[in-house]
């Protein structure tokens, strides 16, 4: 078993943000419930606790409560800035409320060199505070070891029991040095090694993929986006030919996208790939459907049809393989004022129908998506689609606005190409979330040589994002900007005009529709 850190989860923005920053240490992480009972805790033989923050004061009459027992485990607890709080609640402190929790950058003095959390650092340095509820009495045995202007007791420490407490936050990158600060614990504080690598992982998750399907036949619905492709990649290698792969081409993907599904799982990794081309159906479907959620509908219920016949057409199996990553399986603590827990995507158009009587498969689970693409490149998937952009399940039917034709769908993947390339070449494409191209079926006035045109318009979307949930919009330079609208424009049959998306989301989403 893998050495690991637990960190409960008391509805914090960042609690994922501390699991990947572990994981960053070469230690895995695991984050569980803040009610999870501390017998259950140590069963898991965790090297660490780490109380994650909130939203929520002890006073609070709902106030998340982990089990007081987790501060009698013996294993080093790193408590932050709630968690602080709540350490200090029930270890025989005081906690004075404060007004609504605000974050704010604050300058950190370390008074006591000694304590290992800051061992190697300057004794001064920026950190990323929360103003909230202030420990104003430190519990027993435990004594302050850092400042702030805001809080006597910024840090604290009980040395012997290696239990800290946090009032800001080493996870955001606003913090300086707080990786090192959680490499400390870690690894010199619980005295993790580093282990947790994807080369390691690799094995693995081989050797549990052959456990679970001996040697039954597995399916799995292979999109070319970097989660199935990686999740093929890998049961590949553990099992080889009991994996087939169902490649469905719905017409909607952008330029070469079937092709080079084909030349790298097929031919390249020598996959079973059954390719099914529905395009013609999916067109036929969607027919003249004008509003965005029937074309959604619609599209997710024709993948559901014809995936569900590939897998006749692929002979008996008893197990479905699908990329579920990590975060889709944390269990959000449903506390108000928790963003992550408000927002559950509407999408999973890809999803699909209970019916089907498979076992599931899922090596990525465990995995955050920087992870699995560390995961791809180990299993030798190539970098064009390692790095990939997201792509919606919907595909480019979301980035035409309006009816769906075929020479839409030529409009639309000619621009995007066009986008994706210069994007590359420009090497901005790795730097943000999405970029790509959208329809507006508007058509507006334009000469071409002598000639007045009467064409279409292409938007471009480009927009930063950690997790697709909100997102800002990139300002490209100019020269990059003038180069996309230039060659749409000259290159692209039927677009005589170039826009610009210059809003967030919110209040706009990332697509169009
Ligand atoms: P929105 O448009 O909701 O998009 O701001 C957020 C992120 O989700 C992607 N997206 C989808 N992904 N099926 C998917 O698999 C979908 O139906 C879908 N719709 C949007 C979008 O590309 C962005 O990254």
Not at 120 to 127: A, H, I
């Amino acid at each position: 078993m893998n050495e690991q850190i637990l960190i409960l989860d008391f509805g914090s923005q960042y609690t994922q943000v501390i699991a990947r920053r572990v994981r960053e240490c070469q230690v895995y992480s695991t984050i569980m419930s803040f009610d999870t009972p501390a017998a259950k805790l140590a069963e898991l033989k965790p090297k660490g606790v780490i109380l994650s923050g909130g939203p929520a004061s002890v006073y609070d009459e709902e106030a998340p409560l982990p089990d007081p027992a987790v501060f009698e485990l013996g294993i080093p607890v790193l408590s932050i800035c709630y968690g602080l709080q709540v350490a200090a609640f029930f270890l025989g402190g005081k906690v004075e409320p404060g007004t609504r929790r605000e974050f704010g950058k604050g300058r950190l003095r370390i008074r006591d060199s000694g304590c290992e959390l800051f061992k190697g650092l300057p004794s001064e340095f920026q950190v990323w505070n929360s103003h909230g509820d202030k420990v104003t009495k430190l519990p027993a045995g435990f004594h302050g070891v850092a400042e702030t202007e805001n809080s006597k007791h910024a840090a604290i420490e009980h040395r012997r029991k290696k239990q800290y407490g946090l009032q800001f936050h080493p996870e955001v990158v606003h913090t300086a040095h707080g990786r090192e600060i959680i490499s400390n614990f870690v690894h010199t504080v619980c005295g993790c090694g580093k282990n947790w690598t994807m080369r390691r992982y690799v094995d693995q998750a081989v050797e549990e993929i052959r456990s679970q399907v001996g040697q039954e036949r597995v399916i799995l619905g292979l999109s070319g986006g970097v989660d199935s492709s990686v999740a093929a990649a890998l049961i590949h290698k553990a099992v080889g030919d009991q994996l087939t792969c169902i490649f469905v081409n719905n017409g909607l993907l952008r330029a070469r996208e079937a092709e080079v599904v084909q030349e790298v799982f097929g031919r390249h990794f020598k996959i079973k790939l059954q390719y099914e081309d529905a395009e013609k159906l999916f067109l036929k479907k969607l027919g003249k459907v004008t509003d965005p959620e029937r074309k959604r509908k619609i599209i997710g219920n024709t993948f559901i049809r014809v995936f569900e016949s590939a897998t006749k057409r692929a002979g008996k199996a008893r197990f479905l393989a699908q990329g579920t990553l990590y975060p889709d399986v944390i269990e959000s603590v449903p506390i108000a004022g928790n963003p992550a827990a408000m927002i559950k995507s509407h999408h999973n158009v890809g999803g699909l129908p209970k019916d089907m009587k498979f076992q599931l498969v899922e090596p990525l689970k465990r995995l955050f998506k920087d992870e699995v693409r560390q995961l791809g490149l180990e299993l030798g998937v190539p970098p064009e689609i390692v790095h990939r952009q997201p792509f919606p399940g919907p595909g480019l039917a979301v980035r035409i606005l309006g009816e769906v034709t075929t020479d839409r769908l030529r409009i639309v993947r000619e621009a995007d190409a066009i986008v994706v390339e210069e994007m590359k070449s420009s090497k901005w494409y790795y730097k943000i979330w999405q970029s790509f191209a959208v329809l507006l079926p508007v058509k507006s006035v334009g000469v071409m040589g002598d000639e007045r045109t009467y064409e279409f318009t292409i938007a471009i979307r480009a927009v930063e994002s950690q997790d697709g949930m909100t997102a800002d919009w990139v300002k490209l330079p100019y020269d990059l900007l003038e180069r996309l609208s230039n060659r749409i424009i000259n290159e692209v049959k039927g677009v005589n005009r170039v826009c610009l998306d210059i809003s967030s989301k919110p209040p706009a989403t990332i697509e169009w529709e």
